[in-house]
């Protein structure tokens, strides 16, 4: 039996770095590539290539044979605090979509013709998120589309781009809209952390008596989803015949107050929010619809966002404790 030649694109970041694991478990053979390595530890790819997927050189180093299945989570990104300053808009915008237009041409080249992309709930209208308790994110809802930042715009653009390439050259293309993915091993510090790893550091960072600062009033609403979920769904789109795009993503939306109390009592310390004002926190309300993922896979998330948390927020103190002094600066907690 031949085995399965696999490609991670991003396989230095969180996602990549868990999904290179879950295909060597299962007999295949990986190359992964990103910009840099991953940063708590060493990659199980066969091969790891480090490069820059917006060269158009590098990318034809790293695609030079045809693969099996091409994972794409290779993205300029980060949380609020890089996303919605409005100071990275051309890199995200400029890098991301130079990603996918060469990823996908030099697939198509070498007849790598399965391939998998990973979009973001970012792409959904605000128009629909100004309630925080009714949401409206099925995936038929992203027209008139209308989302609250570049990142988001980038995204979907890359979205038809995939579907383009589909319909006009037979290509084998998955996509799934990712909401809030967190888990172990994600970055937890620097200003690109989601919400979830912010507030694990700042909880395991602030002694009894103390603290947490959080974006906005606390009552905007999001669902996160624990990664080995997420790598469920993605396995299952990829098995299907099916292309999506559809969501991958928890439905069970909490404010990001309550966010933070879930984190303040896995910790078991005695830590009070302190709610900060600031220009932009996303979306009032975001929460992954999954029906239609039901309906067409007969599978959606089930883990309880408490069970993964304990996970993450394990791992996230054993980092403060063992290798990062905190610096004594104001810290932000933002929501994608």
Not at 96 to 124: D, E, H, R, V
Not at 219 to 224: A, C, D, E, N
Not at 268 to 295: E, F, M
């Amino acid at each position: 039996m031949t085995m399965k030649k696999v490609l991670v694109c991003g396989a230095g970041g969180f996602i990549g770095g868990h999904l290179v694991n879950k295909l060597k478990a299962e007999g295949a053979w990986v190359r992964g590539i990103d910009i840099k390595e991953h940063e708590f530890s060493s990659s199980n790819a066969d091969e790891f290539i480090l490069g820059d997927l917006t060269e158009q050189s590098v990318v034809r180093h790293a695609v030079d044979m045809r693969f099996d299945e091409i994972y794409q989570l290779a993205a300029d990104m980060g949380g609020a605090g890089y996303i919605f300053t409005g100071e990275n808009d051309a890199n995200v915008m400029h890098n991301s979509a130079s990603i996918n237009l060469n990823i996908l041409q030099q697939a198509l080249k070498t007849g790598s013709k399965k391939i998998f992309y990973s979009s973001s709930a970012c792409i959904y209208p605000a128009y629909n998120q100004t309630d925080p308790n009714n949401p409206k994110c099925s995936e038929d809802s992203a027209y008139p589309a209308d989302p609250d930042s570049d990142y988001g715009w980038e995204k979907l653009f890359s979205e038809r781009l995939y579907l383009a390439f589909g319909r006009n050259h037979g290509m084998n293309v998955k996509i799934a809209r990712f909401h809030n993915i967190f888990g172990p091993e994600g970055t937890w510090t620097g200003g690109k952390e989601k919400a979830p790893a912010a507030i694990c550091r700042k909880v395991a960072e602030t002694p009894d008596g103390g603290h947490i600062e959080v974006w906005g009033d606390g009552k905007q609403t999001r669902s996160f989803l624990y990664i080995d979920e997420c790598l469920e769904g993605v396995s299952r789109l990829m098995e299907s015949d099916l292309t999506g795009p559809f969501n991958i993503g928890s439905e069970e939306m909490v404010t990001l107050n309550q966010l933070a109390e879930m984190v303040i009592g896995i910790s078991k310390k005695n830590v009070s929010i302190n709610n900060v004002l600031v220009p932009h926190t996303g979306v009032r309300g975001r929460n992954s619809d999954n029906n239609l993922i039901q309906k067409k896979l007969g599978w959606s998330p089930s883990a309880p966002l408490v069970k993964g948390l304990e996970e993450t927020y394990q791992w996230i103190a054993t980092q403060v404790k063992t290798a990062y002094t905190p610096k004594h600066e104001k810290v932000v907690a933002g929501v994608e």
